[in-house]
């Protein structure tokens, strides 16, 4: 099941959230537009931001024909904070078209809400007039919460119908199914609904895969109701019967069918012993599956190592004048440490030892000026790490002063420094980023592809920040987002590059937190998926997690000597 997912509720702010809620929508006596047939709504979902307190879209539901009663399947699913205020805003549109384009369409209300709010509410259910429309009554909107549980398997399930009930005058039924959820204050949610089958009373819908926690929301006892519908196409769908089960009871149907009755309360009121069921709806087929995330490796005890490379060629200006892109001002960050610090702090947490290599390239280096595509910023070719973040950039503003910015700008070297550690340990133990901070034209670009080609294969990434005004050509194609990168007929096994240039985030008001916050979001947006990618195709499983506490004595070796594999 397609749901309309939202990050956070405000994409730049640095905090953690405290969990995850999904939201279901409703909607009750919505304006009619349409003069022969009821409204087509959708409903469209808005978040602030807290720098900008601009409204962004963030996530549509389905558009259901034909109703001013649309109880939506598809689900927000947002982060909750509890020490900010989350300001949504719920648009309701009459759908006239297939065009995007929400201007083209009826607008039918409007509601304003705070998640606190949602949540907060009796039963966590919020119920508020729609307006927008001076001098209409616009109907209500419904909103329900329930805290997502930490279950991430998933289901695919399969169903077939037998000798349901003929509801057509003209042929035999269209028959769909519709699941709910039921929620802890015993009414349901609708999770769930399967394509029409027509002109059938034996039914065989697709298999369809769907979360469990959408299912059951972790609870594998908690009752699921199934109703059988026949499709009508004035939106008047009639209802042929149901049944009842568990999430429980279909994984027990793994190894055979099982069959349910579909019961109608009218007719087995009317009818008495008479009656017996409207058909029946048989499970075919349930498989489970778990979806391994990227905090499962990382609570496996996997390690993210975090190694730096910055561009020291002539053409980033000498770093003693106020419009070179090294400059150290007193006051401020420049790009190249802002890049640094914002997406190094979000990927130090993920590195037990906080060790970090630190590697330069474009300079002459002293004493004999030779000029160097991969040196270590602390100038210990024999030990380059970086003790934390403030350790890096130590280093970087020392070899400012101690290196001459030269040319040409190489990334291949390091590229190839990381890809050959990275190369000695493929068992999902560890996995390498490798960050390049770079102001322009790459000038060894067949080379860098080869690299890259050959990387895709190894646990890595590769983040590219383009600083200053240069046009970025080059690291563009080195994305990859709009084709594979290749090298001589090889094309990468994977997409792992990420590039974007620094200019696109830079808050105009001189917000440097929100710009790196903006920055960060953006370039680690990516590696999860990366991450995830090598570890599937390489068949590689989490390690064990540990037990919540295991105490132990202090190491006689310091990490760096006993994790690191890789040196200079």
């Known amino acids: 099941m397609n749901m309309a997912r939202i990050g956070d509720a405000d994409p730049f ?28 709504p959708i409903c469209v979902l808005y978040t602030q931001g807290i720098a900008n307190r601009e409204w962004r879209e963030f996530g549509r539901t389905e558009v259901i024909d034909n109703t001013l ?79 997502l549980s930490n279950c991430r398997e998933s289901v695919m399930l399969q169903f077939c ?22 929620n802890e204050d015993g ?19 697709q298999a369809f895969k769907i979360p469990v926690r959408a299912l059951c929301n972790g609870d594998y006892d908690r009752s699921i109701k199934v109703e059988v519908y026949d499709w009508d196409r004035d939106g008047g769908h ?20 099982h069959v349910y009755e579909v019961l109608n309360p009218k007719k087995k009121g009317k009818k008495k012993k008479k009656y017996l069921n409207s058909g029946t709806v048989t499970l075919l087929s349930c498989l489970v599956d778990t979806e391994l995330s990227f905090l499962d490796y990382i609570r496996g005890g996997t390690q993210i190592n975090f190694t730096v490379a910055i561009d020291f060629t002539a053409s980033n200006g000498n770093p003693s004048q106020p419009t070179s892109l090294h400059y150290m001002s007193p006051y401020q960050l420049n790009d190249y440490a802002m890049a640094l610090r914002a997406i ?40 380059p790490y970086c003790k934390g973040i403030d350790g890096v950039m130590e280093a970087y503003y020392q070899s400012l002063k101690s290196v001459r910015l030269y040319g040409p700008t190489h990334f291949s070297p390091v590229i190839n420094h990381v890809a050959r550690y990275a190369s000695a340990v493929t068992d999902g133990s560890q996995y390498f ?36 005004p240069a046009e970025f050509d080059e690291m563009i194609e080195l994305d990859g987002d709009e084709e594979r990168i290749s090298s001589q007929g090889r094309y990468a ?9 620094f200019r696109d985030y830079i808050d105009r008001r001189g917000n440097h937190i929100l710009s790196m916050a903006r920055l960060a979001k953006e370039v680690l947006a990516e590696i999860p998926d990366q991450f995830l990618s090598y570890m599937r195709t390489r068949g590689i499983k989490p390690g064990p997690q540990p037990p919540p506490y295991t105490p132990c004595p202090a190491p006689a070796i310091h990490p760096l000597h006993t994790r690191r594999v890789s040196r200079i």
């Open 13 to 40: 702010t640095a905090a953690i959230p405290a969990t995850k809620v999904e939201l279901t929508v409703s909607c009750r006596n919505l304006l009619d537009r349409d003069t022969f047939s009821k409204s087509d």
């Open 69 to 147: 009663n649309p109880d939506f399947v598809r689900k927000f699913i947002l982060d909750y904070f509890f020490e900010e205020r989350q300001n949504l805003r719920f648009d309701l549109y009459d759908l006239d078209c297939k065009s995007d384009n929400l201007s083209k369409h009826d607008f039918l209300g409007q509601a304003f809400c705070t998640l606190g709010e949602i949540v907060g509410s009796l039963g966590s259910r919020l119920e508020k007039p729609l307006i927008g429309i001076p001098g209409k009554k616009c109907g209500s909107i419904i909103i329900r919460s329930e805290e």
């Open 161 to 182: 119908g037998n000798k349901l009930d003929k509801k057509d005058f003209f042929g035999k039924s269209d028959p769909f199914l519709v699941f709910y959820r039921s």
């Open 187 to 205: 009414s349901y949610t609708i999770c769930h609904k399967t394509e029409v089958v027509k002109n059938t009373l034996d039914p065989v819908w």
């Open 238 to 257: 009639d209802f042929i019967g149901e049944f009842s089960t568990s999430y429980r009871e279909m994984c027990r149907s793994q190894s055979q069918f």
């Open 344 to 383: 190094g702090e979000i990927i130090q947490d993920y590195d037990s030892d906080k060790m970090f290599p630190a590697l330069g390239f474009g300079a002459k280096l002293p004493p004999d000026g030779r000029v160097s595509h991969e040196f270590p910023l602390n100038g210990n070719p024999q030990n």
């Open 433 to 468: 980023i490798l960050l390049i901070i770079s102001d322009g034209v790459i000038t060894d670009m067949a080379q860098t592809k080869e690299s890259i080609v050959n990387a895709a294969s190894l646990p890595m990434s590769i983040i590219i920040v383009g600083v200053g």
């Open 493 to 501: 096994e994977r997409d792992i590059v990420q590039f974007v240039p």
